[in-house]
């Protein structure tokens, strides 16, 4: 996850896999390290090595 644009530094890298269906959902736990202190932004991106969808995301948690 690049830190405040697409192109900034990378936090972390966690490999998605898919489920089978688009409405298949599956909830996943990562932990990222290197987070800037304080309140920041962050940019998630989502990227694939084919014309596939990525994903279908329903939410995502941050936790200190």
């Known amino acids: 996850m690049p830190h405040r644009s697409p ?3 990378l936090l972390g890298a966690p ?3 898919g489920t089978g269906g688009r409405d298949t959902f599956q909830q996943l736990t990562y932990n990222i390290t290197g987070f800037p202190a304080g309140t920041t932004s962050i940019a998630v991106v989502f990227r694939a090595s084919d014309s596939n969808e990525v994903a279908n995301l329903d ?6």
């Open 15 to 17: 490999g998605v896999l």
């Open 59 to 64: 939410w995502l948690r941050f936790l200190a």
């Open 7 to 9: 192109t900034g530094p």
